[in-house]
């Protein structure tokens, strides 16, 4: 009988500052006893768990946490092939090449996927919202990278549960992938309705993601308010690019005071557990790097090239990702580029 419960992961993962914040536990809680709020940087729980109440078996959220594993690995993850690419489509507020927002365009209009949770953003506020988006259009509004943290994967039981979608593309960072992964090996029962429905899973390469506190800090000490703010970059500095067309740059520590807790826990910068992850450091202004990591994204990827929702070309700067990559893993840049071209 598998008996651990959220006590578990209040002792190994909340106690211990790991939570990554990725809301899987959240999204998977059969009896919604977990939830975020403003006072804690990991769940809470309101004790309607099934396990510490009834003594029924469940564990869902044990076993789709990222944070229960020891991340230690030198390597890069499965790698097929490296890319370089740019959407063909027009994607107004792509981060990079607009390369994730068209291979989920393609994948809806070939009917391969009926769902995806993506990180929007409240344009006034500037705070993201995990959502669930059902077209290509609504996936094209949702474009752009989101620095600012929220649980994406509570949206999964708003798609899964709630709407009863079974083949769904999910959008994350490393953590929120290795979460994903967790759900999709997963043999425990409550999972097996997630496991089953998601079909696509979608890495961002990431350093670092900001609490609220950075727009507070935006505000009082820089004075630019929320409204003013178009979108935000990180390329070894924090960008903040405003509306006006112009953009403040502040050093990294500057913004090290709003860095979640459980970042500094994270060794993964390219999403090793997708099946295809996607960053900006390594390609050429306005495309984006393509990781291809399993012959299912190897298959959603071919069909955007085909499809014309984007070009694919070779010529990815591997040292440029090995240095920032091995620097998250503790490891030196050479050593990092061999795992990288060794498995490209
Ligand atoms: C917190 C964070 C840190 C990053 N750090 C780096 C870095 O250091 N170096 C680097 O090369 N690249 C980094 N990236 C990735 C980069 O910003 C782009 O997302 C990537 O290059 C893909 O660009 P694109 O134009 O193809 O994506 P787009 O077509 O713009 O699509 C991006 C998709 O990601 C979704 N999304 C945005 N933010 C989030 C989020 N927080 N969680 C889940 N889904 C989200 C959007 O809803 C959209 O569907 C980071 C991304 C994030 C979110
Ligand atoms: S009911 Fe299941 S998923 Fe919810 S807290 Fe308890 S063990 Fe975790
Ligand atoms: S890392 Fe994710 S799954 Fe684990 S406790 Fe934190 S929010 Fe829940
Ligand atoms: S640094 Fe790691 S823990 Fe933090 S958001 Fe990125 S992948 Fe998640």
Same mark, same amino acid.
């Given at each position: 009988?598998?008996?651990?419960?959220?006590?578990?992961?209040?002792?190994?993962?909340?106690?211990?500052?790991?939570?990554?914040?990725?809301?899987?536990?959240?999204?998977?809680?059969? &009896?919604?006893?977990l939830?975020?709020?403003?006072?804690?940087?990991?769940?809470?729980?309101?004790?309607y768990?099934k396990?510490?109440?009834d003594?029924?078996?469940?564990?869902?959220?044990?076993?789709?946490?990222?944070r229960?594993?020891?991340t230690?690995?030198?390597?890069?993850? =499965?790698?097929?092939?490296?890319?370089?690419?740019?959407?063909?489509?027009?994607?107004?507020?792509a981060?990079?090449?607009?390369?994730? &927002?068209?291979?989920l365009?393609?994948?809806?209009?070939?009917?391969?996927?009926?769902g995806?949770?993506?990180?929007?953003?409240?344009?006034?506020?500037?705070?993201?919202?995990?959502?669930f988006?059902?077209?290509?259009d609504?996936?094209?509004?949702?474009a752009?990278?989101?620095?600012?943290?929220?649980?994406?994967?509570k949206?999964?039981?708003?798609?899964?549960? =709630?709407?009863?979608?079974?083949?769904i593309?999910?959008?994350?960072t490393?953590?929120?992938?290795?979460?994903?992964?967790?759900?999709?090996?997963?043999?425990v029962?409550?999972?097996s309705?997630?496991?089953?429905?998601?079909?696509?899973?979608?890495?961002?390469?990431?350093?670092?993601?900001?609490t609220?506190?950075?727009l =507070?800090d935006?505000r009082?000490?820089?004075?630019?308010?929320?409204?003013?703010?178009?979108?935000?970059?990180?390329k070894?500095?924090?960008?903040?690019?405003l509306?006006?067309?112009?953009?403040?740059?502040?050093?990294l520590?500057?913004a090290?005071?709003?860095?979640?807790?459980?970042?500094?826990?994270?060794?993964?910068?390219?999403?090793?557990?997708?099946?295809?992850s996607?960053?900006?450091?390594?390609?050429?202004a306005?495309? &984006?790097?393509?990781?291809v990591?399993?012959?299912?994204?190897?298959?959603?990827?071919?069909?955007a090239e085909? &499809?014309g929702?984007?070009?694919?070309k070779?010529?990815?700067?591997?040292a440029?990702?090995?240095?920032?990559?091995?620097?998250k893993?503790?490891?030196?840049?050479?050593?990092?580029?061999?795992?990288?071209?060794?498995?490209?």
């Open positions: 009988m598998d008996l651990f419960s959220y006590k578990d992961l209040q002792r190994e993962v909340w106690d211990t500052e790991k939570c990554c914040g990725c809301g899987a536990c959240v999204g998977v809680c059969p &009896t919604e006893a939830y975020f709020n403003e006072e804690t940087d990991h769940p809470k729980s309101n004790d768990c396990v510490t109440r003594a029924v078996p469940c564990a869902a959220c044990y076993h789709a946490c990222p229960i594993e020891e230690c690995s030198d390597g890069f993850g =499965d790698i097929i092939s490296i890319f370089e690419s740019k959407s063909k489509v027009p994607v107004l507020e981060q990079s090449g607009g390369v994730v &927002t068209s291979v365009a393609a994948a809806f209009e070939s009917n391969l996927i009926d995806a949770i993506v990180m929007g953003v409240d344009k006034w506020s500037q705070l993201p919202q995990p959502m988006v059902q077209t290509s609504a996936v094209i509004q949702a752009g990278s989101r620095y600012v943290w929220a649980p994406i994967l949206a999964l039981r708003d798609a899964i549960e =709630d709407r009863k979608l079974r083949k593309a999910v959008v994350g490393p953590c929120v992938t290795t979460a994903v992964r967790r759900i999709r090996q997963s043999n029962d409550v999972l309705i997630y496991k089953n429905a998601i079909r696509l899973s979608l890495g961002l390469f990431c350093t670092e993601i900001f609220n506190n950075l =507070d935006l009082t000490t820089h004075g630019i308010k929320p409204w003013e703010i178009s979108g935000f970059d990180v070894g500095k924090l960008i903040v690019k509306r006006n067309q112009t953009r403040l740059e502040l050093p520590k500057d090290g005071a709003s860095k979640r807790r459980g970042c500094e826990h994270c060794v993964d910068f390219t999403s090793e557990d997708a099946d295809l996607f960053g900006s450091v390594g390609a050429s306005g495309h &984006t790097v393509v990781i990591r399993t012959d299912v994204g190897e298959g959603f990827l071919k069909l085909s &499809t929702h984007i070009e694919l070779s010529g990815v700067d591997i440029a990702i090995a240095k920032i990559g091995g620097k893993k503790g490891i030196s840049v050479e050593k990092a580029k061999t795992a990288l071209t060794e498995r490209a």
